[in-house]
């Protein structure tokens, strides 16, 4: 089973720095009637890191109210003035993701409504990442939501660990794409002992990228887990693995179509050696831990005798 779970939100964003010269008191008191913070929503991840980096910067938390009525509608009033301001809101994502994308909405078309200069998003995870790419008749979620939000009045955004880099190509306005890996790397090379005796571990080639850069740097190997696990025999009977058959097709005469091959994943393989190592999985989203514990089920198989688990955003 996966040993270790690691969010650093919390180290990432308390090194927050205040700008220059913002130590000195009469700087200080400058400073504040320039930029303010506000809090998204009241859950208690959101209110501890808002109240975190404003004790960093030594400003005071915004004065604002988000709450639900009782028909389920989201409201947001602004409790100060905001004209010709920078303002930053801390939004993080609980499991209602929707309830939580509405608060950042509706916060920031409040503030540009209240004439603030820029309003600057500091959302950690960033919800919708995964649904970034076009499959069959679906739609490109996280391209929505970035237009929804530059319409509410974000111009700028900053996120740690987005799921896929190319996204920030999806906003009209910058955004600040954070690295967790500093102080995962740190807590490897500090908290476990025997490191030097790991291997970096992918979890599916579509990982492999990331995990390359961890192994990279801590000059050690890497695996990929590779294939998926074999379908029951009830599982084959629904014809999801088998190309439609075409019918009376009409073909131009001469021209003879290829034959359409099912996919088909291998069963699962490690490629690398694990055997008497420490397995350390790296990833940028757990949000459903099954895969991850079928990984190490796997690497324990193999012949690891410790398995770690690393992530940005333990969801």
Do not use: W
């Not at 303010?36 to 959101?46: E, G, I, L, P």
């Not at 999806?170 to 967790?180: E, I, K, M, Q, Y």
């Amino acid at each position: 089973m996966p040993r270790k779970l690691l969010l650093p939100y919390k180290s990432v964003f308390s090194h927050f720095r205040a700008p220059r010269g913002l130590h000195d008191p009469l700087a200080m008191n400058a400073a504040r009637s320039g930029y303010r913070v506000f809090s998204a929503n009241s859950t208690a991840a959101c209110t501890e890191l808002a109240k975190r980096i404003t004790e960093r910067l030594g400003a005071e938390l915004g004065k604002s109210v988000v709450y639900q009525e009782t028909n389920g509608e989201t409201r947001v009033e602004i409790k100060e003035s905001v004209r010709g301001q920078d303002i930053f809101i801390i939004q993080t994502i609980p499991r209602d993701v929707n309830t939580a994308v509405m608060e950042l909405l509706i916060m920031a078309y409040a503030l540009k409504t209240s004439c603030a200069r820029n309003i600057i998003g500091v959302i950690p995870y960033f919800p919708y990442s995964k649904q970034s790419k076009m499959r069959k008749r679906g739609s490109i979620v996280c391209k929505l939501l970035a237009s929804m939000l530059a319409k509410a009045g974000l111009t700028h955004i900053i996120t740690m660990d987005l799921h896929q880099k190319e996204i920030q190509g999806f906003f009209s306005f910058p955004v600040d794409n954070l690295r967790a890996s500093p102080f995962l790397l740190q807590y490897i090379q500090e908290e476990i002992p025997d490191y030097r005796n790991a291997v970096i571990v992918a979890k599916s080639p579509d990982a492999a990228k990331r995990a390359q850069s961890y192994a990279e740097r801590l000059r050690l190997g890497l695996a990929v887990i590779h294939g998926e696990a074999q379908c029951t025999e009830q599982d084959m009977d629904d014809g999801r693995h088998s190309p439609p058959t075409v019918k009376n097709a009409t073909v131009h005469p001469g021209l003879e179509l290829p034959l359409m091959m099912a996919k088909e994943k291998p069963p699962i393989t490690v490629v690398g050696d694990v055997g008497g190592r420490i397995a350390i999985i790296v990833d940028d989203i757990i949000d459903d831990v099954e895969s991850f514990v079928a990984a190490a089920e796997i690497l324990k198989e193999r012949g690891a005798y410790k398995i770690f688990v690393m992530a940005t955003h333990g969801l």
